[in-house]
């Protein structure tokens, strides 16, 4: 039997960097930046937009690219975890979490830094409430989520006051 | 000779002994006597054991000396997650 | 080994930056799957939709007539020999003459790409005889339940037994009858539980490279990579040292990645097509086709006086372990009482196969459903009695010298140190709101020590490496660095620990029994130490003196005593930058299967608000308190205990396997096995007892997997002193909770 698979050229800019890649219409962006363009620091947990593992920005709002397609990355701005640092200096989540020890296995932990970057932007006085409500679209099986929104938590009063 | 303390459900392969006496300094020597005063004991032997001497669980360390006095228990053998 | 008694810690007990932690906030930490190789092909994998079926024939030729698709394997492909554990674990890898559960792999597939993989394995033709199917552990049990496989059961199963139960075991000792005759209150109950997952996020995810030389090499997530040699070389026919195994970064394991599931087919993919073959489990394939815990069905009795002291304990334990021997009823009956001193005890085992997967280990394996039982009817036995039921547990708690259920005599333990600083904590004596019911529960874990190797290298600027076979889950690196610093005596940022693979050491034993901290831990320091007395010897040789009159202290050889003479002190680094004229490198090595493991106790506090009119339970404050020994990374050990409590938290309350009248498993999703949110959670308040173990030079015990046993009682028992309904039955959903307050039962 053969198949040819028709594949889309899809051009497109991750963490500010402009690529390319060629995707199967069925490809998720997940699988695209993990396989065709080496950006594996998103994870593939479930598959079904669950668990968060692999968040990721586009255009600016959170989705789960296992829930996006390759091609709709077409014309439009990805930034995944590898985009978090500026070079060498963290974020103050990524720095945060490491001094609170707020990951064990830390699989999900891109996923967590991702979103809750997201979160600060939109509300930088979150409550502890907000950040669980906020946070609950991505599971974490290690931790219990104690030192996670406890680092996320210290981070916003940090930022807001300028350390 | 060393009492060997068996669970309960072993007596069906020693005549109804909970305790064995056998003559053994290690605990490789108390399996062994205790498999050739009991056969049957073997498979239970062969599946795995875990073996207590002196409040101590020694899992399967068969070089590790047994006094006389000592007090050994066989165990139904550990697993951990 | 004993314990050293020392108590001035230098860098023990401080909380430093964990050695992975930037590679774990950038992205760049490499996992199961994220690996990748020239000329690789991607694997799929053939599932029974069939909770038990007859396989008829297996079709794979439109398969490979698909373009791209380059190896399909089937039960032929293995090793054809095997008995016994091999011969389950093979089976349960891939299917023989029969699937025997829903997910159960048939076939594996290797393409040039995943997605021509999942086509293709769609177009494997397999022809069934369904046959009738079983799931749950008393209806496996009955007359007439269908047999999932004749004389599979082993040695310890008295005759008149069905054939589906396949282990055996009894014990106790003491006169229970009249243990019971002499309480002024006797309680009996049925309790139930449902299987749950272990829920890392990350799936099971391999790279397997073998070729027709029986030459291999292998790239996995999992708790450990010796393991997983042994049964990949038993499954595939190969030499143990001629399959190298390579640990990933693990997302999570639990228990759960102490076996194979996958490995054994891409390695095979890989031997019939002569490339790479990577191998990724969806989710769904990780909740219907790898190892979930056992289910039970217990009934448990007790016997107290009126001043609180325990008479007599009876508990029988039937445990579901799949379609495979192996359910933990062994833990279970040995840990259920493991609390209390008790003359008159009697426990009695099952372990039964149904139409399920295989179970695996899950933290604790066995523990926490006996917990659940016992500590519900203790808890019963205060609440009848008038008793605090801290104060009852007091009077029965076990300390050094108490006969433990299970036979031997405990060494010191923290027991009773636990349940002090709970009546001291200020959530105990806390007003509680309405409709909320406050819970305590204590649990055990004894822990392990198993096959240990570790090898030390002092680098030439004086800096130390450290080669661990533990695959490092929760932090253990750090732990592993803060002990070699601490014995050596130079900062923790010299000393870099790494999880080396199975080449490089002998045969670890893999994280799983709280062993990691303790087995590991303790190799790394023995190891330290035989470096120490080479580079004493080095310094001794040096400054022309009996090594003995050297001293190691600081991180520098000292002479030490009247005779040794006035130098100035060695420094690691010194003694290093001239080791290749000295005598060549410096190194340190231990080997062991250590005995001395301390086993950890815990106490529990909850507070559960249940809404009268929905069922639905709600955790309002939650507080662990746990014995460490001593903790050597205290954020790991509280993240450990957080952990351990979350996990119990969704098994008590939300995470069940639901199977259909069909055999199948409905909830093969995140969103319908709900494990729990941030949202559903509060803050978890940790306190650190430190009894020292006195099997272990700082005093360590494990602490990873004592943490789960307490939370399934101590939140049953909230709930029924927030419903006034006694909860004998997991998870407490909502409709279930909302049946018992309407009088409904708790069925």
Redesign the interface.
């Known amino acids: 039997m053969t198949r040819i698979p028709t594949r889309t050229h899809v051009t497109t800019t991750v963490n500010g960097d402009p690529v390319d890649f060629l995707a199967d219409p069925r490809e998720t962006l997940l699988d695209c930046l993990r396989d065709k363009l080496g950006l594996t620091g998103a994870k593939e947990g479930c598959g079904t937009g669950d668990c968060g593992a692999c968040s990721v920005q586009l255009d600016g709002r959170l989705v789960c690219s296992c829930l996006v397609l390759g091609v709709e990355a077409e014309g439009r701005e990805v930034k995944t975890i590898e985009g978090m640092a500026e070079g060498n200096d963290l974020h103050p989540l990524q720095a945060k979490f490491i001094e609170h020890a707020a990951l064990q296995c830390g699989i999900c932990t891109p996923g967590i830094l991702v979103a809750t970057e997201a979160l600060l932007k939109k509300n930088p006085d979150p409550s502890e409430e907000e950040v669980r409500y906020w946070l609950a679209g991505n599971l974490c099986r290690c931790t219990g989520y104690d030192k996670i929104i406890r680092a996320v938590l210290a981070t916003a009063r940090d930022l807001r006051e300028g350390v | 000779m060393v009492a060997v303390?068996l669970?309960?459900?072993l007596r069906?392969?020693t005549d109804g002994a909970e305790v064995v006496e056998v003559e053994a300094s290690t605990v490789g020597e108390v399996l062994q006597e205790l498999v050739k005063a009991h056969p049957?004991l073997d498979?239970?032997i062969k599946?795995g054991v875990s073996v207590?001497v002196d409040?101590?669980?020694?899992?399967r360390?068969l070089h590790?000396p047994v006094r006389p006095d000592s007090?050994v228990?066989i165990?139904?053998?550990?697993?951990?997650? | 080994m004993a314990l050293d008694n020392k108590t001035d810690f230098k860098y023990i007990g401080t909380r430093p930056e964990r050695p992975d932690g930037l590679d774990k906030v950038t992205g760049k930490a490499r996992y199961g799957a994220d690996a990748y190789a020239p000329g690789m092909l991607h694997g799929a994998v053939v599932r029974s939709p069939h909770a038990h079926a007859r396989i008829v024939r297996i079709d794979a030729s439109k398969a490979l007539a698909l373009d791209g698709v380059k190896a399909v394997v089937t039960r032929a492909d293995f090793a054809q020999d095997l008995e016994g554990e091999d011969w389950n674990l093979l089976e349960n890898t891939i299917a023989g003459e029969k699937v025997l559960y829903d997910g159960h792999a048939v076939a594996g597939v290797a393409a040039t790409s995943a997605l021509i993989a999942k086509d293709a394995a769609k177009l494997v033709d397999v022809e069934y005889e369904v046959l009738p199917h079983v799931t749950d552990v008393d209806a496996a049990m009955a007359e007439g339940a269908p047999v999932l496989r004749d004389g599979a059961a082993?040695?310890?199963v008295?005759d008149g037994l069905h054939p589906n139960v396949v282990r055996?075991?009894?014990?106790?000792r003491g006169d229970v009858e009249a243990g019971f005759a002499a309480a002024d209150l006797v309680i009996e109950r049925s309790f139930k539980t449902e299987a749950v997952h272990q829920g890392y996020i990350e799936p099971h995810a391999c790279l397997a490279q073998l070729g027709t030389d029986g030459k291999g090499e292998l790239w996995c997530c999992t708790q450990g990579h010796w393991f997983v040699r042994r049964m990949c070389a038993a499954l595939l026919g190969l030499e143990a040292t001629q399959l190298r195994v390579t640990a990933s970064e693990i997302g999570g394991g639990?228990?759960?990645k102490?076996t194979v599931f996958i490995d054994p087919i891409a390695l095979a993919l890989s031997r019939k097509s002569g490339k790479p073959v990577k191998l990724v489990m969806s989710r769904s394939e990780v909740l219907k086709a790898s190892g979930p815990t056992a289910s039970a069905s217990m009934d448990v009795k007790m016997g107290m006086t009126k001043d609180g002291k325990l008479t007599a304990a009876t508990g029988t334990f039937r445990m579901q372990g799949g379609a495979f021997p192996g359910a933990?009823m062994?833990?279970t009956?040995?840990l259920a009482f493991s609390c209390y001193e008790l003359d008159n005890v009697h426990h009695e085992g099952f372990d039964v196969m149904t139409n399920r997967p295989k179970q695996a280990?899950?933290?604790?394996?066995?523990a926490p459903m006996g917990a659940f039982a016992v500590e519900s009817v203790f808890d019963e036995l205060c609440e009848g009695l008038g008793l605090d039921p801290i104060d009852a547990r007091l009077k029965n708690a076990v300390k050094e010298g108490t006969r433990s259920s299970?036979?031997?005599?405990?060494?010191a333990v923290g027991l009773i140190e636990t349940l002090e600083a709970a009546k001291a904590h200020p959530h105990y004596s806390a007003p509680l709101a309405e409709n909320t019911g406050r819970g305590i529960a204590s649990g055990y874990w004894?822990?392990?020590?198993?096959e240990t190797s570790v090898s030390l290298a002092i680098g030439e600027d004086g800096t130390v490496q450290v080669g661990v076979g533990t695959p490092d889950i929760g932090g253990s690196r750090a732990s592993m660095a803060l002990m070699a610093a601490e014995t050596i005596g130079i900062p923790y940022e010299n000393v870099r620990v790494n999880v080396v693979d199975t080449a490089a050491l002998g045969v670890n034993e893999p994280t799983?029994?709280?062993?990691a901290t303790y087995a590991s831990g303790l190799a790394t320091i023995e190891a330290a130490r035989e470096a120490i007395g080479k580079l004493c010897q080095r310094a001794a040789d040096k400054w022309g003196i009996d090594v003995d009159a050297v001293e190691w202290k600081d991180g520098a050889a000292h002479p030490s005593g009247p005779n040794a003479g006035d130098f100035e002190p060695l420094s690691i680094a010194e003694i290093a930058g001239e080791m290749g004229s000295t005598g060549g490198p410096i190194t340190g090595h231990h080997d062991a299967?250590p005995?001395?493991?301390g086993g950890s106790f815990g106490t529990h506090i909850v507070d559960v608000h249940v809404d009268p009119e929905t069922g639905r339970s709600t955790v309002t404050r939650y507080t662990v308190i746990q014995d460490a020994g001593k903790a050597i990374h205290p954020d790991y050990v509280e993240g450990q205990f957080q952990g351990g409590a979350a996990q119990g938290i969704g098994w008590a309350l939300n995470e069940e396997y639901i199977y259909g009248e069909d055999g199948r498993l409905q909830n093969d999703v995140f969103l319908d096995y709900r494990i729990p949110v941030a949202s559903d959670l509060p803050m978890i308040d940790t306190v650190i007892v430190e009894v020292p173990n006195p099997?272990h030079p700082y005093g360590v015990r494990g602490v990873g997997?004592t943490g789960i046993t307490p939370p399934l009682p101590a939140i049953a028992c909230a709930v029924s002193h927030a419903t006034g309904h006694r909860m004998t039955r997991l998870p407490m959903s909502p409709p279930r909770v909302l049946r018992a307050i309407q009088g409904k039962g708790v069925s």
């Open positions: 303390n669970w309960s459900g069906r392969f049957g498979p239970v599946a207590a409040d101590e669980i020694v899992q360390a590790h007090e228990f165990l139904q053998q550990f697993r951990g997650g | 082993d040695h310890s008295p055996y075991t009894e014990f106790g639990f228990g759960g102490t933990p062994d833990m009956t040995m280990a899950y933290r604790a394996p066995g299970f036979g031997p005599k405990y060494k004894m822990n392990w020590g198993g799983h029994g709280s062993r299967s005995t001395g493991f099997g997997e």
